[in-house]
């Protein structure tokens, strides 16, 4: 089984669905999200997995969440899956899928925000309250809902390059937020990004898999960060 990464979404077979749903029988509130996602085929998403699970090809549990719009409920449901329990695995939506959801003030610019990505060789996707609405057809945003974008880049040049072009997206679009997913894993908000880069920040907050640290130099998103040092 391949590795696993953050925002990656998991479908999971009808016996995981049941086991969650049994081992919440005290909970009503949680039995009835369950059962709800579990009619419905929604995925749960890939969470950060604790220091000591074992490596993401090897037997063991996978930590996952669910989204639930606001409707007064709890938005985030935490819950752990065994590998023989899930069907297959998926991403979020890429970006042009997202075009239903705006206005149609904002459409043109959107269009050419996508044009603009795709000529930097970035296949964005987007997740947080924008992918789950497309992911389940329900109500996830709320009125000045950010658009969590997903960003693969090669290197620091393409960041920057992209950085730049968010910077000068269209203001009548949501407000953009997200990502940069370097090729190991390792994640940086965008924002954040450009404040270090333009000298505003002495240190950036890397998230992977397994670990959440503060690193000072950029080289830090190539090393290997151990889990001592990310929780030290």
């Not at 203001?171 to 924002?191: K, N």
């Not at 397994?210 to 950029?218: C, G, N, T, Y």
Request: hydrophobic fraction near 50%; glycine fraction near 8%; charge should be neutral.
């Amino acid at each position: 089984m391949s590795a696993v990464h953050r925002h990656q979404l998991v479908y999971l077979r009808e016996t995981g669905w049941q086991r969650l749903i049994s081992e919440a029988s005290g909970d009503a509130a949680r039995q009835a999200v369950l059962r709800r996602a579990a009619a419905a085929g929604w995925p749960l998403v890939v969470a950060r997995q604790p220091c000591a699970q074992p490596a993401a090809n090897e037997p063991g549990l996978l930590h996952v969440g669910l989204a639930m719009p606001p409707d007064g409920g709890p938005r985030r449901w935490a819950a752990v899956v065994g590998w023989s329990e899930l069907l297959f695995f998926g991403e979020f939506p890429l970006a042009d899928q997202v075009l239903p959801l705006l206005a149609a003030g904002q459409r043109p610019a959107w269009r050419q925000l996508l044009a603009a990505l795709q000529a930097l060789g970035v296949p964005a996707r987007v997740y947080g309250s924008h992918g789950w609405e497309l992911l389940t057809g329900l109500p996830h945003r709320r009125p000045g809902s950010d658009l969590d974008l997903y960003l693969p880049v090669q290197d620091a040049l393409q960041a920057d390059a992209l950085v730049a072009l968010l910077q000068q997206a269209d203001a009548g679009l949501p407000r953009l937020d997200g990502e940069l997913i370097w090729p190991d894993g390792a994640a940086v908000a965008w924002r954040e990004w450009a404040a270090w880069r333009e000298g505003q920040a002495r240190e950036l907050l890397v998230k992977r898999l397994h670990e959440v640290a503060l690193v000072p130099r950029f080289a830090g998103l190539d090393s290997r960060l151990s889990c001592e040092r990310a929780h030290a």
